[in-house]
């Protein structure tokens, strides 16, 4: 058995015709080489295995459903240890602008994926469909068929929107933690401010976020505006204070920073249901309605 240091070598060759498109699995990339031009951008696709690649004299390790970008003028020596499976797919630009496709907007971040990463993580899921396509497209590679460029291309565009899947998944985890956070640190400040801070725009300062941004992130975690939440707090602390039987009402407005006693009676009356009196009275908290 060969060693982890016993790489099986891929030699890159310039060639004066080439088609725009190639695909192969790393085995017969291996054993055969590749004839490939400067000008092309290569995705190696990991389906199976662990190990390690060698780009340019640079060791990286390497996993099952991943995805290796290399962008033109990168690869000069590439070579993989033993037992990894996959495929070498690479294309030029312009397959990507043949006919009647153009330049869509789905390319662009493709693109721009190439000068920001070498690595690419795929989920179980669209990895599965992203090998299905894979095979889809050795097939179609190796019959020489009519058509068979404009099938290619097709296929691989759709190869590309799963990645671009992926890559939407990326961006917005980061996006959903930014927002868990500010969902996180809004509820414990208003657990310490809700006294003299009764307006969303009180805490949007504090957490650096527009009004309407931290109630688009406060509703769509939690199902209420950040206003709600706001009055909600203000109205339980009130209700508790309501039932004991030293506190007036009077009392219990100044506590929460209400110094007009008729705007205080009415926002109890709205949260409550009922007068604060009446409340106080019946001695019981009920649920909110506002």
Not at 25 to 45: A, Q, R, V
Not at 58 to 79: F, R, S, Y
Not at 198 to 208: F, G, H, N, P
Not at 210 to 227: D, F, I, M, R
Request: neutral net charge.
């Amino acid at each position: 058995m060969k060693q982890f240091n016993d790489f099986a070598p891929i030699h890159v060759e310039k060639a004066s015709c080439c088609l725009p498109f190639k695909i192969h699995t790393i085995e017969w990339i291996s054993e055969n080489g590749i004839d490939l031009p400067n000008d092309y951008f290569m995705l190696i696709w990991i389906a199976a295995g662990s190990g390690y690649y060698k780009l340019n004299l640079q060791k990286e390790a390497v996993d099952t459903n991943q995805l290796l970008l290399i962008k033109p003028g990168q690869l000069h020596d590439l070579k993989f240890s033993n037992g990894l499976q996959g495929y070498i797919i690479s294309f030029t630009e312009s397959f990507l602008d043949i006919d009647d496709y153009g330049r869509e907007p789905l390319y662009s971040p493709i693109f721009q994926m190439f000068s920001q990463t070498q690595i690419v993580a795929i989920n179980s899921e669209l990895a599965d469909d992203m090998n299905d396509i894979t095979e889809i497209m050795l097939k179609e590679y190796s019959r020489h068929n009519l058509y068979r460029t404009e099938i290619l291309k097709r296929y691989f565009k759709i190869f590309l929107i799963y990645l671009s899947r992926q890559l939407e998944s990326m961006e917005q985890a980061p996006k959903q933690s930014r927002n868990t956070a500010i969902l996180h640190n809004f509820m414990a400040l208003l657990d310490k401010h809700f006294r003299e801070c009764k307006m969303v725009s009180d805490y949007a300062d504090r957490l650096s976020v527009t009004p309407n941004y931290l109630n688009e992130v406060v509703k769509k975690l939690t199902g209420q505006s950040a206003g709600y939440h706001i009055r909600q707090r203000v109205a339980t602390e009130a209700k508790r204070q309501a039932i004991h039987p030293d506190n007036c009402m009077k009392k219990v407005a100044y506590d929460l920073g209400f110094y007009d006693m008729a705007h205080f009676s009415k926002f109890f009356k709205n949260a409550a249901g009922i007068s604060f009196s009446d409340f106080k009275k019946r001695g019981t908290i009920l649920q909110p309605v506002f």
